[in-house]
T-cell receptor, first 115, second 110 residues
Framework: GAGVSQSPSNKVTEKGKDVELRCDPISGHTALYWYRQRLGQGLEFLIYFQGNSAPDKSGLPSDRFSAERTGESVSTLTIQRTQQEDSAVYLC?????????????FGPGTRLTVL | GNSVTQMEGPVTLSEEAFLTINCTYTATGYPSLFWYVQYPGEGLQLLLKATKADDKGSNKGFEATYRKETTSFHLEKGSVQVSDSAVYFCALKNFNKFYFGSGTKLNVKP
């Protein structure tokens, strides 16, 4: 596709509910990254995929967070039993490969609000 | 460990003023360094990057030089415009993970 897309753009949910966030990377990009950006703060790395594998899951904040990727394309980030501190903008980025110098292209983000 | 520290904002300048946004980093190994920009209402986009010591990244009149001796990657522009108003993020990439600073908001007044 022309760019990285994410859906939904906004999600409001009640505490304790599960949410699923979707990312469609640029076609042909093998690496995909998820970040969290809390209000007024920088980006917090969550997880990255090379192909369909996630070599490093150390950034996931808790076991309520999980992510998967299929077909070296779309990825979903799932947050179970959401808490108010999960409220943030969740950003997805993709790059051609997960090389040291490769450039990331960011999606517009999903703004998650947990009431 | 790996981390990025950048100057707190907001930074307010008049049009045509000189801009410096400081960024320092700690890292193991040999990271690549980046500046990303987020214009109001838009997503993050790459502004410039440098992949090794003494490299200079440049784009749209902005420059930053990878200084290993001072572990810095300060962003500069000789003459800012109102359209440069945005949030600027310094970042490093090391072992396929990105580490971002907290962002510096720049306001340029006409």
């Amino acid at each position: 596709g022309a760019g990285v897309s994410q859906s939904p753009s906004n999600k409001v949910t009640e505490k304790g509910k599960d949410v699923e966030l979707r990312c469609d990377p640029i076609s042909g990009h093998t690496a995909l990254y998820w970040y969290r950006q809390r209000l007024g703060q920088g980006l917090e790395f969550l997880i990255y995929f090379q192909g369909n594998s996630a070599p490093d899951k150390s950034g996931l904040p808790s076991d309520r967070f999980s992510a998967e990727r299929t077909g070296e394309s779309v990825s979903t980030l799932t947050i179970q039993r959401t808490q108010q501190e999960d409220s943030a903008v969740y950003l997805c980025a993709s790059s051609l490969v997960a090389g040291e110098t490769d450039t990331q292209y960011f999606g517009p983000g999903t703004r998650l609000t947990v009431l | 460990g790996n981390s990025v520290t950048q100057m707190e904002g907001p930074v307010t300048l008049s049009e045509e003023a000189f801009l410096t946004i400081n960024c320092t980093y700690t890292a193991t190994g040999y990271p690549s360094l980046f500046w990303y920009v987020q214009y109001p209402g838009e997503g993050l986009q790459l502004l410039l990057k440098a992949t090794k010591a003494d490299d200079k990244g440049s784009n749209k009149g902005f420059e930053a030089t990878y200084r290993k001796e001072t572990t810095s990657f300060h962003l500069e522009k000789g003459s800012v415009q109102v359209s440069d108003s945005a949030v600027y993020f310094c970042a490093l990439k090391n072992f396929n993970k990105f580490y971002f600073g907290s962002g510096t908001k720049l306001n340029v007044k006409p």
